[in-house]
């Protein structure tokens, strides 16, 4: 299991358990820990709408690819710590890791 910390759109922080050896990435841990994450394309990139930051533990994510790049950028908001939860593959980088949702930025 790995542990990291949700960060709501009220700025409330929660930590989240989450297998790492199931093959599960992040939009489908927050769906299932009941986030309200719309994640209309299911996951290919292409929505936006998992949209979220990566406030701590960014560095041992790597780089987003290109079509992650691609879809970032076409939000209305988009950081330099911005990624798409989709394209986040659950594995132990992520302990400790802290994230704030910013899905709502999709309308
Ligand atoms: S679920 Fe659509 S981009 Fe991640």
């Known amino acids: 299991m790995v542990t990291f910390t ?10 989240i358990e989450a297998p790492d050896d199931m093959g599960f990435n992040l939009m ?3 769906k299932a820990s009941e986030y309200p994450v719309l994640a209309t394309c299911g996951g ?9 930051e990566v406030l701590e533990g960014k560095d041992g994510l790597g780089d987003a690819t290109d079509p ?3 879809q970032l950028e076409n939000l209305p908001e988009y950081y330099p710590t911005s ?6 593959r659950i594995s132990d980088i992520l302990e400790g890791a802290v994230i704030r949702l910013r899905g709502e930025d999709v309308v």
């Open 44 to 52: 290919m990139a292409l929505c936006g709408t998992c949209h979220i």
């Open 6 to 15: 949700v960060e709501d759109q009220d700025g409330n922080r929660q930590e």
């Open 68 to 70: 992650e790049l691609d």
């Open 83 to 88: 990624r798409l939860s989709c394209q986040i």
């Open 28 to 30: 489908e841990i927050l």
